[in-house]
């Protein structure tokens, strides 16, 4: 990903959003790079589970529609 073009990001980001970036960098002892690592793999475990919990729901619903299945033009 190139930054070529692209204007520098500025530091206005909201208060939550500097105040869960110091809670990752405290927890992991000021190192900038093993709190990013540790966002990522944070989000990365939340994006799998909303997958997880997405897959499931389509099953559900695909389930739900098989059993109430038209057969002969009469509900089963």
Known sequence: MS???REPLHADYS???EAIADAYLRENGCNPS???RCVICHALADLLECER???RAERLL???YVRG???DGREQ
């Open 3 to 5: 930054g070529a073009g």
């Open 53 to 55: 919990r997405s897959w």
């Open 34 to 36: 093993r709190a990013l």
């Open 69 to 71: 299945r038209v057969r």
């Open 62 to 64: 695909s389930r739900g």
């Open 15 to 17: 208060p939550d959003v």
